[in-house]
Structures are given as C-alpha cells and as structure tokens.
C-alpha cells in the first residue's frame, strides 16, 4: 500500500465518516478478521485463482535478476552471443508475464471486492429493514449511513492491501532472501544489514502515522458532521443572524482538519525519503563490497547485477509489511462496526409459533398496557382501552402526554413493557409483523415523503394501484386540488424531504397514500394539525363515509377534529384520565371541557 495522506491511509476513503463509530482502533482480532473473510468464501474459486497469480508474479520477480546473472555469466563473459538473444527474451517474457499475472491479479480481486460489497450491502440493508423502530430511534442516521457505505470497504481493502500484502509481499521477500543466501551468502548477509534499519525506520514511522491517519479521518469526520448540521440549519442561522459564530465554530473545526493533515503529510515527508535514501545505500553497498569481490575473483559481474536487481526490489515488501498492522487493524475496527450492525437483533420479534392474518374485523383492546421506550422512564401507565370494530375513537391530551406512544404499540412498532394489545382478541404478538401491517394505514405525524413523483408517493403502499385509484385516493384526502394546479400534476417530483410542498399539502398526500391502501384500522396522528380548517372539515366527511366499517385512531389538539368520534380517551401524564362522547366529557366538566373552552373562547376572541 501507499503512504497517501489526507482522507487515504490504513483507513482508505471510508475514514470518512466512520471516526463516529465506537470500535476500539488499537488492536487487531482475529475473530473479526475471519468472521469478515467468510463473506469471501463463496467466491472460494476466484481466490484461489487470484492467490495462483500471486505466487506467479512473485516468482516471476524472483527469475528475473537471476536471468540477469545468467546473461552477465554465461552469455556476456562467455562471448555467447546468441544465447545472450535467447536469455534477453526470457527475461523480457517473465517480466511481462509477471506484470501480467499481478494485472489480473489486482483485477480478479477487485472482482471479488465488488461482489462482496454488494452482498454486504444487500444484507445490511436487508437487515436495517427488518430492525425495529427504537434501533433507528437510538441511532444517528449519519452512523448507519457510515456502515453500510464506509465500513463495508474495509473487506475490500483487506483483499487488497491485506491479503496481497501479506501473502505475495512474504513471499517475494523470503524467496528474495532464500535465492541471495544461495546465490552469495557473505554479500547477502551484507547487504541484510540494512534490513534492522529499515525495520527500525518503519515501525517509528507505523507508530507515528497510525496516530496521524486516524486524527486525519476523525477530522475530516467532524468537518463533514459540522458541515452536515449547518446545512441543514442554514435557515435559522440566518433567521438569528449567526453567521460569524458558526464560521468561527466551523473555522477551529477546519483548521484542526488542516494541521493534522499537515502533520500527516510531514511524516511522509520525512519517511519517503529516508526509505529512498536506505535502498540507495544499500545499492551502494552491494556495488562497493561486490566489487570488491568481483576484482578478487570471489563473486561474478553477474552476481553484482542480480545483486542490484534484488535489492532495488527488496524494500518494497518490507515497507509494505509494516504496514499490513495499520491495514488489519484498521479493518478489525470497520469490520466489527459492521458485524456489531449485523449482530443487533430487532427489539419486536413475532412469538414462536406466531401466524398471519388474512382478514381481520378492527376490534382494539389495550389491557393493563405499560410502555417505557427506555429502562429510564415509563411512558405509559396502565393503560385501558377498547374500541369495537368500526368505531372511530380518539386520543387527546397535552403534548407529550404519550398520545403517539399509543398509537405505535397499537402500529406495533414496539411491544408493550406490561400488559397486551389484542386485536381482534389476538395477542399482537402471535400474529406475524408483515402480515398485520398489512391491514394497517398510517398518517404518521411528521408528514414523510419519499423522492420521486406525487403518484409514487401515493401508491406507495400499493405499487399496483392505478392511476384511476390514486386520483380517487386523492380527492378523498381532497389532495387533488392542489395537485391538479401545479404544472406537471401528480408528476410533480417531491424534493429531498418534501420541501417544495407545504407541510398541509405534504398531510394531504399522507392521507391519500394511507386511504388508497384500503386499511382495516386507520391511524391518523395530528393528519391534519397543519391543514386550513375547512379543507379539514372536507376530509373529515369524506373519510366518514369512507370509514364507515373500519376502525380509526384519530389523535389531534383541535377538538372540532374529533367532536363526533365514537368515543374520545383523554391522556394525560401516560395514563387514561377521562373517556367518553364528546357530550358526556364537556359535562364532566374536567381536563376535556377545560381543553375545549380555552380553544373555543380563543376562537371567540379571534372573531371579535
Ligand atoms: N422514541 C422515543 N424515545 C424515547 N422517548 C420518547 C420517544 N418518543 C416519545 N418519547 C417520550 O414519550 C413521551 C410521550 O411522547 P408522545 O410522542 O407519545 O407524546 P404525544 O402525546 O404524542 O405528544 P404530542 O402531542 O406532542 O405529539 C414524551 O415524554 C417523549 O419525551
Ligand atoms: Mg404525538
């Protein structure tokens, strides 16, 4: 490998963003390494193959000074002119052939590199489907995105550098010292001198450049994350005129970034040289002492020149071989990053035994139901209720009561800490995820959209839907006046986030996209908190008759939203604190009424 600096090094470009990782970068373990080079395994064939090819470029190495004695020797000294044609093009032969092999070499290995990645990449994705909500909760994005992109790179580089290295590298350098041992044991022995310098120059070198490479990555990993939250913010940074403070902030980071990686490239600096500088003097050495011998007819010209040949090709092994513990080490970090990913087991698992449901009625029950997201807090606190199939219920209470904490268990996206939701009289739990999701429709209350058109969005949940049932989906939702006055209409591409929408149109689309999927049990957590009030009242009655049959959870702050619900629960503090009609609540004359009079008195007063 190279001596590269910035963003290279033992970590190769996937140093970027993994520096957020927490695996340990100080040693190497053999487990991690095996455990990675089983994703190699059933490429088993190409490796041999590429292993094959290793061993004939080294050889191919080791052949060709020798042919260079040969030529020196027998051909030159001897007067043979014609054998000197013949050994002129075996040595050009087995070079070629070896640059060859190492071409293919570095090819084939590649090959596997890419399959491999793309195995990985598939499995981890796979794996971050199947992971429960509170893994992605308790996880920065920025982290996740780094496994799956960065580290996974770390497998290539192990069959890269790693592998080349230390395979191809030892055996270029035994067989190196082996044929010069044979061919001159005193001027071999000579010339091995350099070898503890070298040795020693390198490993102060390792020691150094290990500590630089990963600041270098850690940096460049705090100017990417910096940069990252900036953008982001970029609009209330200007709304609070903050631009001086956050350069300042983002200068110290930038230049922490550039000092490290000018201490990184001193380093180089000093080391490149000092290697250039030992192989010239072993060069020199080899050119004083044979020739010495030479003129007391104790070795050959040709022995002199193989001599050279070997040497100039001596150092490269070594230096690469100090480096193969940077190289492991740095793959023993990725890589147990990415197995760490692989090894984290959803939090909800269907039961043993756990089967799937063709068709469900909607009836809901939560029974003694206690929630905590964390060991720290509970969330919810015996919680108690029961809606008939059909009925459309809904929750209300202050925020951060744990409205939406009810709707996910009831959404299955965590299981319950205590008690059980049964639906239909069912545990959820002896009922298979897929399988109940898909009888679920969810207006979640952060509006997300993905990239791509506003039809896509729409039939999300049914990919097969025609354009016939995304356009009813979206005049029930009454999305489609809107949709209708922008210029490419329901082709309008949605943009990272959904930004070129407002957040009411992003709801609409929201609702279309759970409507369309024809749900038995209808969640909708504040679906319409940022929609005008008479484009609500217009859902409202269309997804009334929609609904009719079908179970909803209706969760908002507006209480004209939820006045004709079946039954309205009011939570307060994680538990249930009052429930009923919205008649018999205003009589209870309690949290419900206090609610409702302070919005209907400031309604008032906005009139007046
Ligand atoms: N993913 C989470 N991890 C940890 N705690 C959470 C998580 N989501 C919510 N909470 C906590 O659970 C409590 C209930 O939150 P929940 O979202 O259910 O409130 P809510 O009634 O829907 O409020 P709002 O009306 O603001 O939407 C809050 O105190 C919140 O801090
Ligand atoms: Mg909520």
Known sequence: MSFSVGGGGAGGPGGVLSSFGTGSDARISGRVLLRLMQFVTPHGLQLVIAMALMMVAAGAQLVAPYLMKVAFDQNITQGDMHGLI?????????????????????????????????????????HLQALSVAYHDRTIIGVTISRV?????????????????????????????VVMLAMETR?????????????????????????????????????????????????????????????????????????????????????????DILSITATCVV?????????????????????????????????????????????????????????????????????GIDTIDGEIELRDVSFS????????HDVNLHIEPGDVIALVGPTGAGKSSIANLIGRFYDTTKGAVLIDGRDVR???????????????????????????????GKPDASDDEVRAAASLANADNFIELLPEGYDTRIMEGGVNLSVGQ???????????????????????????????????????????????????????????????????????????????????RGIYRDLYDRQFISQKQMAA
């Open 86 to 126: 013949g050994t002129s093009i075996l040595l050009a032969g087995t070079i070629s052939f070896g640059y060859l092999a190492s071409a293919v070499r570095d090819y084939v290995l590649s090959w596997i590199g890419q399959q491999v990645l793309f195995t990985l990449r598939g499995r981890l994705f796979n």
């Open 149 to 177: 992109v960065n580290d996974v790179s770390v497998i290539n580089d192990l069959l890269s550098q790693g592998l080349v290295t230390m395979l191809g590298d030892s055996v270029t350098l035994i067989g190196t010292i």
């Open 187 to 275: 001027l071999a022995l000579l010339t091995f001198c350099i070898i503890p310098i070298m040795a020693a120059a390198t490993m102060i070198f390792s020691k150094h450049a290990r500590v630089a490479f990963r600041q270098t990555r850690e940096k460049l990993g705090a100017v990417v994350g910096d940069l990252a939250e900036n953008i982001t913010g970029m609009r209330v940074i200007q709304a609070f005129a903050q631009e001086e403070n956050t350069h300042d902030r983002f200068e110290k980071i930038n230049r922490a970034n550039r000092d490290v990686n000018i201490t990184a490239t001193t380093l180089s600096f000093i080391f490149l040289p000092s290697v």
């Open 287 to 355: 050119l004083w002492a044979g020739g010495i011998m030479v003129a007391q007819g104790l070795a050959t010209i040709g022995v002199v020149v193989a001599f050279l040949a070997y040497v100039s090709r001596f150092f490269d092994p070594i230096r690469d071989l100090s480096q193969l513990f940077n190289t492991l080490q740095a793959a023993t970090a990725g890589g147990e990053r990415v197995l760490e990913l692989l090894d984290t087991r959803p939090e909800v698992v269907d039961r043993p035994g756990a089967t």
């Open 373 to 380: 997201y964390n060991k720290e807090r509970e969330i919810l």
């Open 430 to 460: 002896d009922i298979t995820q897929v399988s109940y999701h898909k009888h679920m429709g969810i207006v979640p209350q952060d509006p997300f959209l993905f990239g791509g058109t506003i039809s896509d969005n729409i039939r999300f």
């Open 506 to 588: 992003r709801q609409l689309i929201c609702i279309a996209r759970a409507v369309l999927v024809d749900p038995r049990i209808l969640i909708m957590d504040e679906a319409t908190s940022s929609v005008d009030t008479v484009t609500e009242a217009l859902i409202q009655d269309a997804l009334e008759r929609l609904l009719k049959g079908r179970t909803s959870i209706v969760i908002a702050h507006r209480l004209s939203t939820v006045r004709h619900a079946t039954r309205i629960y009011v939570v307060d503090d994680g538990r249930i604190a009052e429930q009923g009609s919205h008649a018999e609540l205003l009589s209870l």
